[in-house]
């Protein structure tokens, strides 16, 4: 029996916070009380035309919200909630939800259509409401039924395609879907609000329609019915069909050959006369039949010999009509588009067009782009000299270096004098066009390099460092600049020196970036940081040791002061913790590059101390974004002063605690997980004092429901580093670790394999249940090795499992094979029995053996000896 829930639902919208709270709270004891009946009364108020509209639409936002919901495993709780509601309450539910789509109010319709989704996608994929489908069906191709009721069915239909799986309906049910959605496209025979639904309906069906694809006479339909809608009367629904043919360009791209003439009038058209969302759309299709053939063209290798789809050249055949129209929409600035990287426009979208055009067909664009540039690169108006710079910085990624070297070397004096244009779209435009210029054709390492000389370098630095001091957006662009040519020299031998005398102006030009007041929002300032991080990080260590240890005290200083700042809102903490993480970040980044040599590690050492107090007075602001970047540098410092550390460990442990129990902000507890590792290793059995409590929260966040999956693989490998650094004193963990090891192999088993994002986690998991495994018998291998001996069937069998599925990725092969090594090497002779009945070994090891990566054919190799001294002792 459904209760009486209008006044609290309307007092729950009140502007008076005690009200509102207190209805809030009403309705949560409803909630917990009694479930069932909760959602019926939501659903019979909903449904009911004689409810305010306030009411209706409070009760159908809280009903969707009691079946779904962002965070996966409130989505699981909500979806094992529902399945456990009575069948007499959720057909109650169900039939009223389904008759709210009758409603005149539209929100109540809407709401309703959501709700039905959401419901579907819970029961449709476990063969529950069958008649689901039918119902809707019913609705739409009965002649007496309302053009409201079609719409709001034609809507549901496109909801209930989203949230489910192509594979949760039979063939005809699409078949049938399908039919009624083209149909409810059709001008003649319905209403403006009826097509529009059917058009979105038909955005989100098209997964279902692969069958329908193959079919000509099918897809000869459908194509007809849309590309007739995309020049229908009202934009939205033209937009909509643009959508539609988008996705199917995407989708279906090895079946539009006969359609592409039309297809490129129906979108020529529209990029040059109709409202600007659909003259999007109309590019976003061009560019989605480029990222098609540019996949085509990456999968098209000789390995692959002729199991390829095919590749209709389409851009080609297109390009001497596509590229013109493409270089006509640069022309569509507008005003303020510099000021902001959210804008998406129709220039925005054709420039992103032109790029993956050049990357479609090489060399080809070149003479299709030079005389557009060469024609307005001078012109007075700036939107055509800006037009210019963008289409000549489109093409860089693409063409051969032999064909771009020439063109851009003719043209670096010039954009280095555009740098001082009078207009800031123009600058902002050449500066990224800089950028884009060091980060793809500047590489002296590989031996190629647009800048030729010294002097050249000395210029390009020069206007740089100039035009850091331009406007905020152009100076941001600039630091992309700096940080690519900084890139460049990395690892490059003698030409790496080159950079080395205007070191100390960079530097100081980036922190004065950093420090400009003018930027707006914080983004200079982090792209001034994250540019300083890689000079440091590119920099020749050996001549430039002395102005970075300068660098040292600077950047302490600053952090310092932050610590100073006056703290009175939300943002000014926000703004704080930005500004230590950029600065933590930076110090990072100086540990590891001073730590990477014997010779100027000494650097750290000394100021060790005083960092790790400012970290520590850092952490006690308790900002998570600082904990993160303090974090990592924790490790680098860990890392450099080895067992020193040990003297930091009791005031920086409750830090590291607070790190790992910190799950709600789980990249925060990934992060505390890798700087354990990181400490293991540079105090080895100094650790041993705070394994308990370091053991007890990794173990606890294992059993953890409510931790993001991506922490667990993590976990695993730490296990193996505290082993390593502990030794036999590791025993003590054995029972529970080893539990936890073995049940996550056994999840392994059953994780879905067509999911790909799911067996990225399985190969991550797997191979990290393996390191743990090295790490604890290497821990073991001088004492007590006996410890793992019942555990070694269970891991062999791991490994067989692993051996005998293809989708493993490499580095779980070269995991698993090290850990059959260690096996042997640990355990000795009592694995002669194991590895005797083990006849996948030998195949496994073959395999690996013949492998084109020499490091996994060494440990294969080094493995392969340690099981055979096991088997001749």
């Not at 009140?14 to 949560?28: G, I, K, M, T």
Request: with cysteine.
């Amino acid at each position: 029996m459904a209760m009486e829930i209008t006044q609290f639902l309307l007092a729950a919208q009140s502007a008076d916070a005690n009200v509102r709270n207190e209805a809030e709270a009403n309705l949560r004891q409803l909630q917990q009380q009694n479930l069932p009946v909760f959602l019926l009364s939501l659903s019979v108020e909903l449904a009911n035309n004689d409810k305010p509209a306030e009411s209706r639409r409070l009760a159908g936002i809280v009903l969707k919200n009691s079946l779904d919901a962002k965070d996966a495993s409130t989505k699981e709780t909500l979806v094992q909630q529902w399945m456990a509601v009575d069948i007499s309450f959720k057909s109650q539910i169900k039939e009223l939800v389904l008759r709210t789509l009758g409603s005149p109010v539209p929100e109540a319709r809407h709401t309703s259509a959501q709700v039905i989704a959401k419901i579907a996608s819970i029961e449709i994929p476990q063969k529950q409401w069958p008649d689901l489908i039918q119902s809707l069906l019913n609705n739409v191709t009965q002649p007496e039924s309302h053009a409201v009721v079609k719409q709001a069915t034609l809507e549901t239909l496109g909801y209930v395609c989203e949230e489910i799986s192509h594979e949760d309906l039979v063939q005809d049910e699409v078949n049938a879907v399908l039919t009624a959605v083209v149909q409810g496209m059709n001008l003649a025979e319905h209403s403006v609000e009826v097509r529009l639904a059917a058009t979105r309906a038909l955005y989100n069906a098209l997964d279902f329609a692969q069958t329908n694809f193959q079919n000509e006479m099918e897809r000869n339909y459908i194509m007809k019915m849309v590309c007739e809608t995309a020049k229908a009367k009202e934009v939205e629904i033209r937009q909509s069909s643009f959508e539609c043919l988008v996705s199917i360009a995407s989708t279906y791209y090895e079946v539009l050959e006969p359609y592409m003439q039309t297809l490129f009038e129906l979108t020529s058209n529209a990029v040059k006369g109709d409202e600007e969302a659909v003259a999007l759309q109309a590019i976003e299709f061009w560019s989605s039949i480029c990222d098609e053939e540019i996949e085509l063209q990456e999968f098209d290798t000789p390995e692959t010999g002729d199991s390829s789809p095919p590749h209709s050249h389409f851009i080609e055949k297109a390009q001497s009509s596509l590229v013109p129209m493409l270089l006509e929409t640069l022309l569509k600035q507008e005003e303020d588009q510099d000021q902001d990287d959210s804008i998406w426009n129709i220039s925005m979208a054709g420039g992103t067009c032109l790029c993956l055009v050049a990357r479609t067909v090489g060399n080809e664009i070149i003479p299709l782009v030079m005389p557009f540039v060469e024609e307005n690169i001078v012109k007075p108006d700036w939107h055509r000299r800006e037009a210019a710079t963008y289409a000549f910085c489109s093409i860089l990624e693409g063409p051969t270096v032999e064909k771009l070297a020439p063109l851009v070397q003719a043209g670096l004096e010039f954009l280095l004098n555009a740098m001082k244009d009078e207009n800031n779209h123009v600058k902002d435009t050449t500066a990224w066009t800089l950028s884009r210029i060091f980060e793809l054709l500047h590489c002296p390492s590989s031996g190629f390099s647009v800048i030729t000389s010294p002097e050249n370098l000395q210029r390009i630095l020069a206007v740089l460092l100039e035009s850091i001091k331009d406007a905020p957006n152009v100076a941001e662009k600039v630091c992309g600049a700096i940080y690519y040519l900084a890139q460049g020299y990395e690892d490059a031998g003698p030409s790496s020196s080159l950079l080395t005398p205007y070191l100390t102006s960079i530097i100081t030009e980036l922190l004065r970036t950093a420090d400009r007041t003018d930027g707006g929002d914080s983004k200079l300032r982090s792209s001034a940081y994250e540019t300083l991080n890689e000079v440091v990080r590119c920099s020749n260590i050996a001549e430039t040791s002395k102005i970075i240890a300068e660098l040292i005290p600077a950047i302490m200083s600053r952090l310092s002061q932050t610590l100073e700042l006056q703290i009175v809102s939300t943002e000014d903490r926000e703004k704080q913790g930005d500004l230590q993480a950029a600065l933590c970040g930076v110090l990072q980044v100086i540990i590891q590059k001073f730590s990477s040599s014997d010779d100027t590690k000494s650097v750290i050492l000394q100021a060790a101390d005083q960092i790790m107090i400012l970290f520590l007075r850092v952490f006690a602001c308790r900002s998570s974004t600082v904990h993160e970047e303090a974090m990592l540098a924790i490790g680098a410092l860990a890392y450099a002063t080895g067992p020193e550390f040990a003297k930091y460990m009791p005031e920086f442990f409750q830090y590291l605690q607070m790190g790992l129990q910190n799950s709600e902000e789980y990249q925060v507890c990934s992060i505390t997980v890798g700087v354990v590792g990181d400490i293991c290793r540079a105090l080895d059995d100094k650790i041993l004092p705070f394994c308990d409590g370091i053991m007890t929260l990794l173990l606890t966040d294992l059993s953890s429901s409510q931790l993001h999956r991506s922490v667990k693989p993590p976990i695993f490998s730490c296990f193996g580093d505290i082993a390593l650094a502990i030794g036999e004193h590791f025993e003590k963990y054995v029972p529970h670790a080893l539990q936890m090891m073995q049940d996550a192999a056994k999840a392994c088993a059953h994780l879905d394999a067509d999911d790909e994002e799911l067996m990225d986690y399985g190969n991550q998991l797997r191979r990290s249940i393996f390191e743990a495994y090295s790490g604890i018998l290497q821990g073991f291998k001088n004492a007590k090795a006996e410890v793992m001996m019942p555990y070694a069937q269970h891991l062999l069998k791991f490994i067989e499992l692993v051996f005998r599925d293809r989708q493993r990725d490499e580095s779980v092969t070269k995991a698993a094979v090290a850990v059959m090594g260690d096996l042997a090497d640990a355990l000795g002779p009592n694995t002669k029995i194991l590895f005797k009945d083990c006849s996948f070994c030998a195949e496994f090891l073959g395999e690996c053996l013949q492998s084109d990566d020499e490091q996994l054919k060494e440990t294969a190799g080094w493995t392969q000896g340690m099981i055979g001294r096991v088997m001749v002792s």
